[in-house]
């Protein structure tokens, strides 16, 4: 099998560190600077992975373009339309990840039981909320640039979310 790992922050270098003791070939894109020299010595990596896209196409059937990330469905659409074998998500399941409104809605339309979700625009507005109604909340940013910070709070009173909100940089 030939993988092309592409990711941010090389998320899954135990799988290719796994996948290569396995003897597969195993080539990793890393996004993040700070993260560049994850796996430095022990995996291949490149700086531009649609330079590799004839090296996974020449694999035939055991090509795999694995993405780590949320928020690439439509390219992973486009590679998947070009015959590659993609493991990742999609423009639709982009959509369901980070449109949370629109997922909880679909669920609904579907039957499902769904957790009571609310939307701030603005931080104050979640601080606000938090202080009139005090208990165990997740904080879900409904943006893959922030995904990262999401955070399932474990304080009763909703303190942890609370400091969290307030601590958060203006800018991601």
Request: glycine fraction near 10%; charge should be neutral.
């Amino acid at each position: 099998m030939r993988v092309l790992g592409i990711g941010n922050y090389c998320d899954l270098a135990a799988l290719y560190l796994r996948l290569s003791a396995e003897r597969h070939e195993v080539k990793v894109f890393i996004d993040a600077p700070l993260c560049q020299n994850i796996l430095n010595g022990m995996i291949a990596k490149t700086d531009d992975w649609r330079s590799e896209l004839p090296w996974v196409k020449s694999a035939g059937g055991e090509g795999i373009i694995l993405f780590e990330n949320v928020s690439c469905g439509g390219l992973q659409d486009e590679l998947r339309k070009e015959g590659f074998n993609v493991i990742g998500g999609s423009a639709f399941g982009d959509r369901l990840e980070i449109d949370r409104a629109y997922a909880q809605s679909l669920l609904a339309e579907l039957g499902l039981s769904t957790a009571e979700t609310r939307h701030f625009s603005k931080r104050q507005e979640g601080l606000r909320f938090l202080r009139e109604r005090p208990r165990r909340y997740v904080l879900k940013f409904n943006s893959p640039d922030l995904a990262h910070r999401n955070f399932a709070g474990g304080f009763a009173d909703g303190r942890d979310i609370s400091a969290l909100l307030q601590n958060l940089p203006d800018t991601p």
